[in-house]
């Protein structure tokens, strides 16, 4: 079955770089027509979409958020990674990776068939 997992550091300091990693098996995340998303949600907060990277290789990263993020992928090894730069401690938040069956700038969760876990990352000094 189809699996996401996500990883990379649960803590980042203040305008660093924040990069996470999601590894998909089950299916090749270059299968027509798949979009790979990144999603986070804030502590007491609603979830927010950060970006996709499609089947193809192109990408789409939320307007507040596209100056500082982008989407990578390793086909080799069925990966796709997030880099946030200049973080700060608003963007703290549980991220995780999504995979949608058409091109959605939703976060709701029901246009999404398989999530990962999610990760914690806190941006602290």
């Known amino acids: 079955q189809v699996q996401l997992q996500e990883s990379g550091p649960g803590l980042v300091k203040p305008s660093q770089t924040l990069s996470l990693t999601c590894a998909v098996s089950?299916?090749?995340?270059?299968?027509?027509?798949?979009?790979w998303s990144w999603i986070r949600q804030p502590p007491g907060k609603g979830v927010e979409w950060i970006g996709y990277?499609?089947?193809?290789?192109?990408?789409n990263y939320s307007p507040s958020l596209r100056s500082r993020t982008s989407i990578s992928r390793d086909t080799s090894k069925n990966q796709f990674t997030l880099q946030l730069r200049s973080v700060t401690p608003e963007d703290t938040a549980v991220y995780y990776c999504?995979?949608?069956?058409?091109?959605?700038?939703?976060?709701?969760?029901?246009?999404?068939?398989?999530w990962g876990q999610g990760t914690q990352v806190t941006v602290s000094s």
């Open positions: 999504a995979r949608a069956p058409r091109a959605t700038t939703s976060a709701d969760r029901y246009e999404y068939e398989y």
């Open positions: 089950g299916v090749s995340i270059t299968t027509n027509e798949y979009f």
């Open positions: 990277i499609a089947y193809s290789g192109s990408t």
